[in-house]
C-alpha cells in the first residue's frame, strides 16, 4: 500500500534538545511538506521541497532545518531554537505541478518539557 | 492576518440531516480550493475540491459550493452520518505551475452528527 509514514506517533524532549521527526514516501511524490497544528488553529506551512536537494521555507520555518538528500524521505529537525515546539507535526507529499492534492501522513505528536 | 475563516469551531447535526461547513477567503488570487477531513491522532484525508472556473463540485453526499464574488466556499454534506463526524479544515491555493502546491488551512470545524 502506497503512503506516508511519520515515525514515531509520540515523541518527548527536554527543552534544548534538537529533535528529528521521520517522514517516508512511497507514493513516488516530487514535492513533501510539514506541517504544524495548534490546538484551535488550522495547519501552518514549516517548509516544503519540490525536488531532491531542494527545499524552500514556509510560513514559520523559525527554529526549524530540513533536508531532502532521497526523493523518499524529508526530515523535519525542530531545533532548540523554535519557542514553542510542542506541536503536532504532520507531513505530505503530492504531485509537482497542477492541481493535485496533499496526501497526508497521521502526524507525529511533539511534547518538550 | 488569516486568509482563509473558518468562523464557526464547531457545528452539531442530527443524522440524516444536512450539515454546511462554511469557509471565507480574502485573497482573491485563490483559485483552487480543497476540503480535508480530519479525525483526532490522524492526518487530514482529502475530500474533495473545486477550481475557480466551476461554482460547484459533487462527489456522492459531499457538495462543495464556490461563489467568488463573495470569497466564499462551503461544503454539504447529505444525509449527514455518524462517521462523518470529525474536524473539516477548508484550504486554498494559488496556481504556480511546475511548483509544489502551498496550501493555506482555515482553522477547522468540528462537526459531530448526532444519532
Known amino acids: 500500500d502506497g503512503g506516508i509514514t511519520q515515525s514515531p506517533k509520540y515523541l518527548f524532549r527536554k527543552e534544548g534538545q534538537n529533535v528529528t521527526l521521520s517522514c517516508e514516501q512511497n507514493?513516488?511524490?516530487?514535492?513533501m511538506y510539514w506541517y504544524r497544528q495548534d490546538p484551535g488553529q488550522g495547519l501552518r506551512l514549516i517548509y516544503y521541497?519540490?525536488?531532491?536537494?531542494?527545499?524552500q521555507k514556509g510560513d514559520i520555518a523559525e527554529g526549524y532545518s530540513v533536508s531532502r538528500e532521497k526523493k523518499e524521505s524529508f526530515p523535519l529537525t525542530v531545533t532548540s531554537a523554535q519557542k514553542n515546539p510542542t506541536a503536532f507535526y504532520l507531513c505530505?507529499?503530492?504531485?509537482?505541478?497542477?492541481?493535485?492534492?496533499?496526501?497526508f501522513g497521521n502526524g507525529t505528536r511533539l511534547t518538550v518539557t | 492576518d488569516q486568509q482563509v475563516k473558518q468562523n464557526s469551531p464547531s457545528l452539531s447535526v442530527q443524522e440524516g440531516r444536512i450539515s454546511i461547513l462554511n469557509c471565507d477567503y480574502t485573497?482573491?488570487?485563490?483559485?483552487?480550493f480543497l476540503w480535508y477531513k480530519k479525525y483526532p491522532a490522524e492526518g487530514p484525508t482529502f475530500l474533495i475540491s473545486i477550481s475557480s472556473i466551476k461554482d460547484k463540485n459533487e462527489d456522492g453526499r459531499f457538495t462543495v459550493f464556490l461563489n467568488k464574488s463573495a470569497k466564499h466556499l462551503s461544503l454539504h454534506i447529505v444525509p449527514s452520518q455518524p462517521g462523518d463526524s470529525a474536524v473539516y479544515f477548508c484550504?486554498?491555493?494559488?496556481?504556480?505551475?511546475?511548483?509544489?502546491?502551498?496550501?493555506?488551512f482555515g482553522s477547522g470545524t468540528q462537526l459531530t452528527v448526532l444519532p
Open positions: 485573497n482573491s488570487m485563490f483559485d483552487y
Open positions: 505530505a507529499s503530492s504531485i509537482r505541478g497542477g492541481n493535485s492534492p496533499l496526501h
Open positions: 521541497s519540490q525536488i531532491v536537494n531542494d527545499f
Open positions: 484550504a486554498a491555493s494559488l496556481i504556480s505551475s511546475g511548483s509544489a502546491r502551498q496550501l493555506t
Open positions: 507514493l513516488n511524490h516530487d514535492a
